[in-house]
C-alpha cells in the first residue's frame, strides 16, 4: 500500500510562490499517475493537475493553467506542484493522489490519497 504525505504548505501573500511535495513510500510509485486536488471551506474536491508515470505528459485544470507546474522525481518517489501566481481563490486544502493508471486525465478511481496540506493566500 503506497501512502503519501504532502508538506511545503502555507500562508504566502497574493502574487506569492509555494512548492508543495508528496513523498510516496512502496516500490511501486513510478508505475503510476499522481494528481493533486484541491478542496476549499464549503466547496467541493477540485481537481488541479496530473502527471503521467514518467513525467512526459501532464494536465491541468484551467483555473491554474499557466501558474502551477507539477513534476515528479520518480527516484526520489515525490511529485511536487509548483504554484506561482498564486491568488486568494487558491486557498483551501492540497491534496495529492495516486493514479491506477500509467496515464488518465479523467479518472474515477485512485489508488491511494494523501492527508492534504493547507494552502492560504492572503489578498
Known amino acids: 500500500q503506497v501512502q503519501l504525505v504532502e508538506s511545503g504548505g502555507g500562508l504566502v501573500q497574493a502574487g506569492g510562490s509555494l512548492r508543495l511535495s508528496c513523498a510516496a513510500s512502496?516500490?511501486?510509485?513510478?508505475?503510476?499517475?499522481m494528481y493533486w486536488f484541491r478542496q476549499a471551506p464549503g466547496k467541493e474536491r477540485e481537481f488541479v493537475a496530473t502527471?503521467?508515470?514518467?513525467?512526459?505528459?501532464?494536465y491541468y485544470a484551467d483555473s491554474v493553467k499557466g501558474r502551477f507546474t507539477i513534476s515528479r522525481d520518480n527516484a526520489k518517489k515525490t511529485v511536487y506542484l509548483q504554484m506561482n501566481s498564486l491568488k486568494p481563490e487558491d486557498t483551501a486544502v492540497y491534496y495529492c493522489?495516486?493514479?491506477?493508471?500509467?496515464?488518465?486525465?479523467?479518472?474515477?478511481?485512485?489508488?491511494?490519497w494523501g492527508q492534504g496540506t493547507q494552502v492560504t493566500v492572503s489578498s
Open positions: 512502496g516500490r511501486t510509485f513510478s508505475s503510476y499517475a
Open positions: 502527471i503521467s508515470w514518467s513525467g512526459g505528459s501532464t
Open positions: 493522489a495516486r493514479g491506477i493508471t500509467g496515464w488518465d486525465p479523467h479518472p474515477r478511481d485512485f489508488g491511494s
